[in-house]
């Protein structure tokens, strides 16, 4: 096509497209990322329009590098694309370079842009060049790091790393250790060596042996060097080795309370700074630790009033664990809290740089109070002024001082002038005393209203306790009536819904005495199974406002008829924000639809029960049969699972496999009246008892359900065996207890003398002991273990027989008793 037909076609399109697009959205023009091997030869996009033109259009479409670069990886393009009438979408071919160097993939973008009227283009296509050339081998390794320990030596690990795994012949790599701040043969063993990363791993390790001690000391580092490799090249030459010490020294500090005393008692309290695990100072330069005493938290000891302030050091020397500071505590007759000393310390290696406890008084306690009950009340009245008075008793005389803080809060009951008075204050309570009262002015009036209540709160207790709750409430009972209460008739309203047009679901509803003028409530719906959009109007929010006198109402509900073959379906019909009303508990009845178009089929399992051999090998299908009481209707299915009972499926390697989870939706096709879940049940040698799984049923559609479950049954078929034993040579086995000495936790090698029946143990390591107790032995050529069971050889078969082979005498009480 030419230049000229190119611009005759662009005119004509934009003639057209201006009266067709002028005041619609503009479609869309997209073309799609692609990929492909850079020895594939070509690259193919597509564009695509999201509606077919009604016109011819062109398309323009140009390269742009990216990572790839035109004339290198790629043939740069610039064209356009004819899109006929009724043509959505069109491919191109982009030309790919192919080269023998390694580059990774790249990438390379197509522009797309067109003239059109009343189209625009959604984004710009990506290329990306897969590269196929194997990357440069390259060989890496990682600092690591270890905890040095206090004796032996623990190895530390070090990773030599491929970036692509071995060739044929493998990867042999030179290394050697050298000292930084750590030193070969104090802190680490000095390494060298080579290692061979096989053909087809990507990977090999290099251990370093790190030898522990006691000193405490800074972190140390060494250096593990790559030195060479025959192949490919070290990225990594050197990488740090760090040894993180054990041996830190840690200064910790505790205390421990102390009765206060009378006058002239000589009581302290002791406080103990001394090194956390129980370590001995290791070192032969002294450590310092500086104390001094201060006043702890709430409640305060006072330094020279309730002890003797103190402050000094304590010296640490090799060898030495901990020290001992002892606080005078100045002791009184004053009945007090419990108060609090601290001692905090200062210097080297501290971790808790302060302890407290405290000093117990032991001159008696304060008197607790408390209300004498969690609940006052009083009648309102009509017009007069009241009071509430709230009670409180001591457990003990009052002594001098004895103060607290009160305060009124609102419940239901409200301060604002129409309810009660605000009441706060503080009040003294006079010596001796054991009874305390707080009056609250109560405001009567001639609504008829709900009991309302306020809350009365004491705080800021000075010499006293609080027995119990620092809270009671007081309840203002209303003596001028009540309000009509609204009840519904029953709990379930229902309809039939007929096949066409609406009828009204009626809640009725009854009051008690007749309504109040102006009084009201609030409605809405909520659907249960029926459908506010389809079944029924809804209703989202109605108030309902009684002209007064009224003793009974009616709430229609418009309900939707129709043909459809379904479930009778529910809605709740909600009441709330009542006013000058009171609501029954019974306030959300239901509201049912009554299907009156025929029903669905029943669906149920054919049996409670299902059985199945387990088999040995392979796998078997169990077939969970089901049967419909009615033909099934078009697009009916109902959803199913299973779950272990003492079968255990094998959704994981914990489990023992018996059988695979089944679960997924069930289609029956129209007109069937059965139906069947495959569950795979997996064989096996074990034996076992008979084991169980559930399969149920749920989210049925266009069903019915009665029973949604049933049991399965996977019946072992597997039995003991006892086949013929030939022992020899082959077999070895390990003891836990040595003879004359009884040792124990060490395992001793042993082999079975097969000459000697019973079988003798032989034993055979180099420390001449002759007889072994309490062992067992392992043929691999027929899988029996053969045992001591106190004084019985014994046999296990490999499905778990035993089989006495007799006595073995001469055995010592340790093994028979």
């Known amino acids: 096509m030419n230049l000229l037909l190119k611009k005759l076609l662009l005119l004509l399109t934009l003639l057209f497209s201006t009266l067709l697009y002028a005041d619609g959205e503009d479609i869309s023009i997209s073309i799609s990322d692609v990929s492909a091997n850079e020895n594939s030869g070509t690259m193919t996009f597509t564009i695509t329009i999201s509606e077919a033109p009604i016109l011819p259009i062109t398309v323009d479409y140009s390269t742009l590098n990216g990572t790839a670069t035109a004339g290198d990886d790629y043939v740069v393009k610039s064209d356009w694309l004819l899109f006929g009438a009724g043509i959505s979408e069109r491919n191109f071919e982009i030309e790919l370079l192919d080269d023998t160097i390694y580059e990774g993939n790249e990438n390379f973008y197509i522009q797309i842009s067109t003239t059109e009227t009343g189209y625009s283009t959604l984004n710009n296509g990506t290329g990306t060049i897969v590269d196929n050339e194997l990357a440069p081998l390259e060989i890496r390794s990682n600092n690591q790091s270890i905890t040095e320990g206090d004796s032996a030596t623990n190895d530390l690990r070090f990773k030599f790393y491929l970036n692509r795994i071995a060739p044929v012949g493998g990867v042999t790599i030179t290394y050697n250790t050298s000292d930084n701040t750590a030193t ?15 053909e087809g791993e990507s990977y090999v390790y290099v251990y370093v042996p790190i030898i522990g001690d006691l000193a405490p000391e800074l972190q140390e580092r060494f250096y593990l060097n790559l030195a060479n490799t025959d192949v490919g090249t070290l990225k990594t030459t050197q990488v ?103 001692m905090s310390i200062t210097g080297e290696h501290i971790i808790n740089y302060s302890s407290q406890n405290r000093i117990i008084n032991d001159d008696g306690s304060y008197p607790s109070i408390a209300f004498d009950d969690n609940s006052f009340s009083i009648l309102e009245g009509d017009s007069e002024q009241r009071s509430l008075e709230f009670n409180l008793t001591l ?27 605000h009441t706060y204050g503080d009040k003294s309570i006079a010596v001796e005393s054991t009874k305390v009262t707080i009056s609250v002015p109560i405001l009567g009036d001639t609504d008829i209203e709900s009991d309302e209540s306020f809350y009365l709160k004491i705080s800021n207790l000075t010499n006293l306790n609080l027995l119990n709750s620092d809270q009671t409430t007081g309840t203002i009972i209303n003596d001028d009536g009540s309000y009509p209460n609204l009840t519904f008739t029953t709990n379930s309203y229902s309809v039939m819904e007929g096949d066409s047009g609406q009828v009204d679901l009626n809640f009725t509803m009854t009051l008690d005495q007749p309504a109040l003028a102006g009084s009201s409530f609030d409605y809405h719906t909520e659907n249960i199974t029926a459908d506010g959009s389809s079944d029924y109007d809804t209703i989202d929010t109605k108030t309902h406002i009684f002209s007064g006198g009224e003793s009974n109402i009616t709430i229609p509900i418009k309900v939707n008829g129709d043909t459809a073959v379904e479930s009778d379906e529910s809605f709740s019909l909600i009441i709330n924000n009542e006013k000058n009303l009171t609501i029954s508990e019974m306030q959300n009845p239901i509201g049912t639809i009554i299907n009156d178009d025929g029903s669905y089929p029943t669906i149920s399992f054919t049996g409670s029960s299902y059985l199945i051999e387990e088999g040995n090998l392979g796998t078997k299908e169990l077939n969970i049969t089901l049967s419909l009481d009615a033909p099934a209707f078009a697009e009916t299915s109902i959803d199913y699972y299973t779950e272990d009972i003492t079968a255990q499926d094998s959704s994981s390697s914990s489990k023992d496999g018996d059988y695979d989870v089944a679960v997924g939706t069930l289609i029956i096709p129209e007109g069937n009246t059965t139906a069947s879940i495959l569950v795979t049940i997996n064989g096996d040698r074990n034996i076992e008892p008979d084991e169980k799984f559930y399969i149920y049923l749920h989210n049925p559609v266009n069903l019915k359900t009665t029973v949604k479950k049933a049991d399965a049954t996977i019946q072992n078929d597997d039995e003991h065996n006892d086949d013929p034993f030939t022992c020899d040579d082959t077999m070895y086995l390990s003891s836990s207890i040595k003879r004359g000495s009884l040792e124990t936790g060490k395992m001793w090698l042993h082999k079975i003398d097969t000459e000697k029946t019973p079988f003798g143990f032989e034993v055979m390591d180099d420390f001449g002991d002759l007889k072994l107790y309490n062992a067992l032995a392992y043929s691999g050529k027929d899988n029996y273990i053969y045992g001591l069971f106190k004084n019985e050889l014994v046999k296990l078969t490999q499905t778990g027989k035993v089989v006495s082979l007799g006595e073995v005498t001469g055995l010592p009480p340790i093994l028979t008793d």
């Open 184 to 198: 070969a043969g104090e802190d680490y063993n000095s390494t060298s060596g080579t290692v061979t990363i096989p």
């Open 240 to 342: 740090r080795g760090y040894i993180n010490d054990n041996d830190a020294i840690e200064v910790d500090i505790t205390s421990s309370s102390v009765q206060e005393g009378n006058i002239g008692d000589t009581n302290q309290m002791q406080f103990k700074i001394f090194l956390a695990d129980n370590k001995a100072y290791p070192l032969d330069t002294p450590l310092t630790i500086s104390y001094q005493t201060g006043d702890g938290s709430t409640p305060t000891a006072t330094a020279n009033s309730d002890y003797a302030h103190k402050s000094g050091t304590v010296t640490f020397n090799k060898g030495e664990i901990e020290k001992f500071v002892y606080v005078d505590i100045i002791g009184d007759d004053d009945i007090e809290e419990n108060e609090y000393i601290k």
């Open 395 to 421: 457990t003990q005389p009052a002594l001098a001082g004895a103060t607290f803080h009160y305060e009124t809060r609102d419940g239901t009951a409200e301060t604002n002038g129409s309810d009660y008075s």
